[in-house]
């Protein structure tokens, strides 16, 4: 993540509120996803998948906790090469934890959960791997712009388990709860991606101004 480039979420007080609750919400899920994976009966999981799932998880750890930091002007500026350094850790992070995480959608148990799950883990490595490639190129403002897609991806892992603690008051017409958390996936996926495509794209193209009178004629 370049030092030049400008900030891709809402200014001061708004954006550190956010990003605080995103710290706080991330630690709490990667807790309870450690302590899952380490405790849990593993009886007949292949050994493969077992190690795939603690690494996986490691690798999520610095995705989910450095961006905050990555996103901070301040930071960006008065150390720029440790900016860069953690974004390089970054991206390298999100490429492995995203792979792996197409790997275990595809084993999931619920059928229902593969395809969210495989569609947005492919979308993460995708946007991890143009922000990679928009920093070779020098071009900072579509990287930053790819970093927070890629960022909003692993987020919404979060998102999901959230959601999983209120889903009798957010579902109550929905009594199946393997229907519940297909439903849960493909929010949590879709909801987070649409607020920031209308942060980017949608939003200003609705403050453009409106042309005058002579350029409308043209």
Do not use: N
Not at 41 to 66: N, S, Y
Not at 84 to 91: E, F, H, P, S, T
Not at 193 to 205: D, K
């Amino acid at each position: 993540m370049s030092a030049a480039s400008p900030t891709a979420l809402p200014a001061k007080p708004f954006k550190v509120l956010l990003l605080l609750i995103l710290v706080s919400l991330s630690t709490w899920f990667l807790w309870g996803e450690l302590d899952y994976a380490l405790t849990r009966d593993r009886t007949g999981e292949p050994a493969f998948r077992t190690g795939a799932l603690i690494v996986h998880l490691t690798f999520a750890t610095p995705l989910l906790l450095l961006p905050p930091l990555q996103f901070s002007r301040r930071f960006r500026l008065r150390w720029p090469q440790w900016h860069r350094r953690m974004g390089r850790a970054y991206l390298v992070a999100s490429l492995i934890a995203g792979s792996l995480a197409i790997y275990l959608g595809l084993t999931f148990d619920l059928v229902g959960r593969r395809v969210p799950v495989v569609l947005f883990a492919t979308l993460w490595v995708a946007f991890s791997a143009a922000a990679w490639w928009c920093a070779r190129r020098r071009a900072f403002a579509a990287h930053e712009r790819f970093v927070v897609r890629s960022y909003t991806i692993a987020v919404a892992f979060v998102i999901v388990r959230v959601m999983g603690q209120a889903e009798d008051v957010m579902f109550p017409f929905m009594p199946d709860p393997q229907l519940r958390g297909v439903t849960r996936e493909w929010l949590c996926f879709v909801l987070p991606l649409l607020a920031v495509e209308a942060w980017y794209t949608w939003w200003p193209a609705l403050r453009t101004p409106r042309p005058r009178a002579a350029e409308a004629r043209l």
